[in-house]
Nanobody
Framework: QVQVVESGGALVQAGGSLRLSCVASGSIFNINRMGWYRQAPGKQRELVAV???????NYGDSVKARFTISRDNAKNTVYLQMNSLKPEDTAVYYCNVEAAPVRSSMFMYDYWGQGTQVTVSS
């Protein structure tokens, strides 16, 4: 019953910026890690950035210094600020949420959004 929905994907020129948002809703007791992954046609899904509830972050090498991940715990929302976009950033961006769906849950589970398309033109 946990829903994860991304938004903000668009067509943008190289050098431009985009801000992606991801909102987790439904039956959620708590959320630990939230993150962004991307997948281009014919390629494996790769890490873009992740952030823990406490604010610890990890970025993929290709986006470090250009992208910034942040979150608003009160809104169950994670953001990805993307600057200095390159054509190589073109991909479907997926939001990942690690959460416990109910108070009694013994484990955290991964939930994925449907993805949002980011296309960077040269």
């Amino acid at each position: 019953q946990v829903q994860v929905v991304e938004s903000g994907g668009a067509l943008v020129q190289a050098g431009g910026s985009l801000r992606l948002s991801c909102v987790a809703s439904g039956s959620i007791f708590n959320i630990n890690r939230m993150g962004w992954y991307r997948q281009a046609p014919g390629k494996q899904r790769e890490l873009v950035a992740v952030i823990t509830r406490g604010g610890s972050t990890n970025y993929g090498d290709s986006v470090k210094a250009r992208f910034t991940i942040s979150r608003d715990n009160a809104k169950n929302t994670v953001y990805l600020q993307m600057n200095s976009l390159k054509p190589e950033d073109t991909a479907v961006y997926y939001c990942n949420v690690e959460a416990a769906p109910v108070r009694s849950s013994m484990f955290m589970y991964d939930y994925w959004g449907q993805g949002t398309q980011v296309t960077v033109s040269s």
